[in-house]
């Protein structure tokens, strides 16, 4: 039996005149890793906004894990505790101890004690290598590690799907693996992903699927293999002729 965690039918979302996402199906299933990818204004991130309703979608539908945050009667608070994002710039409390970053959503959103929220929020520093960065401002840390705070922050909400938006373009490129390793970790745990990437090595070893977005559709999608190693469309080529080898130019492209 198929169990889809996220399902987008017929997703639409303008802005004013701009119409950013023209009708995106897309199913999610249990476990499954989804990269996206695609040039600068395709609208990876609106459709990553759209699904967890940080953007409200003008047409069309979303489904996560069987509750339609479409639905105007739907619970948006209590849909969206399901659902952990990742941003590029890690948005960390910078007033805050590194625990205090991870137990306050855990303690105002779903109401947990002190206590217990302090033993999750432990967990997941443990499980992206910083346990002992509980007592650190976020200051002290590098980029590296404040984007592993963020994943461990959202991971202590116990989440059902995660979202990443370009979780490591923000960073120097000593520090991405770091990043990239706990993803892959994550993906390895049974974690639903849904990744926008600029990072094709990580895309090809870690996805069961990726899509290419280009002018707020889907182009093309199927496995990695396929996708990024033998493209059927013209302007997937393009792209990935841009993205892994950043001095190719074409004549249509534009400068990014
Ligand atoms: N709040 C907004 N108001 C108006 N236009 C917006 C808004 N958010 C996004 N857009 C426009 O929607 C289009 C898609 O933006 P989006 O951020 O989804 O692209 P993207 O694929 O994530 O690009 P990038 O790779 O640069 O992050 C762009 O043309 C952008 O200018
Ligand atoms: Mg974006």
């Not at 346990?131 to 590098?142: G, I, N, T």
């Given at each position: 039996m198929s169990d889809v965690v996220i399902e987008l039918s017929g997703l639409g979302k303008s802005f004013g005149s701009l119409e950013v996402l023209r009708g995106i199906d897309l199913q999610v299933e249990r476990g499954e890793v989804v990269c996206i990818i695609g040039p600068s204004g395709s609208g990876k991130s609106t459709l990553l906004r759209c699904v967890n309703l940080l953007e409200e979608p003008t047409a069309g539908k979303v489904v996560v894990d069987g509750t339609e945050l479409t639905d105007p009667d739907t619970d948006l608070d209590g849909a969206r505790r399901h659902v952990g994002m990742v941003f590029q710039q890690f948005n960390l409390f910078s007033h805050l101890h590194v625990l205090d970053n991870l137990t306050i959503a855990q303690r105002k959103v779903l109401g947990r004690d002190k206590k217990t929220a302090e033993k999750v929020a432990r967990e997941n520093l443990d499980r992206v290598g910083l346990?002992?960065?509980?007592?650190?401002?976020?200051?002290?840390?590098?980029g590296g590690q404040q984007q592993r705070v963020a994943i461990a922050r959202a991971l202590s909400m116990n989440p059902r799907v995660m979202l990443f938006d370009e979780p490591t373009s923000a960073l120097d490129p000593e520090l991405v693996g770091d990043v990239l390793g706990v993803m892959r970790q994550l993906a390895d745990e049974g974690m639903t992903m849904l990744v926008v990437t600029h990072e094709m090595q990580f895309a090809r070893e870690v996805a069961d699927r990726v899509l290419f977005m280009d002018g707020g559709v889907i182009v093309e999608q199927g496995p990695p293999s396929e996708v990024i190693g033998n493209p059927k469309e013209e302007r997937t080529r393009t792209f990935l002729a841009r993205v892994l080898d950043p001095t190719h130019t074409h004549p249509e492209a534009p400068a990014e």
């Open positions: 346990a002992e960065k509980a007592d650190a401002m976020p200051a002290q840390l590098s």
